[in-house]
């Protein structure tokens, strides 16, 4: 990985339906030179896909909340996932260090549909409790490199 890659990586972070052509523009090379690079990222497995990036605000998804989860005895992150999966409204969920097990990032429709949610996760045979904070407003919302 080098300077050329980081750029293409954020060239693509940025708009990933750019084109080779702007590709290698933004690193500093030719087009094929651009395709090369980035089919070398990919076979690497450093870029690991394209996708879409969708407002879930404009899908009426305007409520969101952050919930710490604390277990019932000492369940695998892998056992903690399982339980977790089925409950759509979970965007993200990471095992976390401190007093809490996880930490989840909900989005839901509104407050009723986000308390439906919440309550969902509390029913994971492996969840004792949760604590939940609504987000007000987002500050700061970057891509991921």
């Not at 690991?48 to 009426?60: H, N």
């Not at 952050?66 to 399982?82: A, I, N, Q, S």
């Not at 989840?104 to 969840?127: F, G, K, M, N, S």
């Amino acid at each position: 990985m080098d300077a050329v890659d980081e750029e293409i990586i954020r060239c693509v972070v940025r708009n990933g339906r750019s084109t080779y052509a702007e590709i290698g523009e933004a690193a500093g090379l030719s087009a094929p030179a651009a395709k090369r690079r980035l089919d070398r990222l990919v076979a690497s497995g450093a870029i690991r896909g394209f996708t879409a990036i969708i407002d879930p605000q404009t899908l009426g998804w305007r409520t969101e909340a952050f919930v710490e989860v604390y277990c019932k005895g000492h369940p695998t992150p892998d056992e903690l996932r399982r339980n977790l999966e089925g409950v759509p409204e979970v965007v993200e969920a990471c095992t976390v260090s401190g007093a809490a097990d996880a930490v989840l990032h909900l989005l839901a429709r509104d407050i009723p549909h986000l308390e439906q949610a919440i309550q969902r996760v509390r029913e994971a045979p492996v969840i004792e409790r949760t604590e939940s904070v609504i987000v007000l407003s987002r500050l700061l919302d970057r891509p991921r490199l």
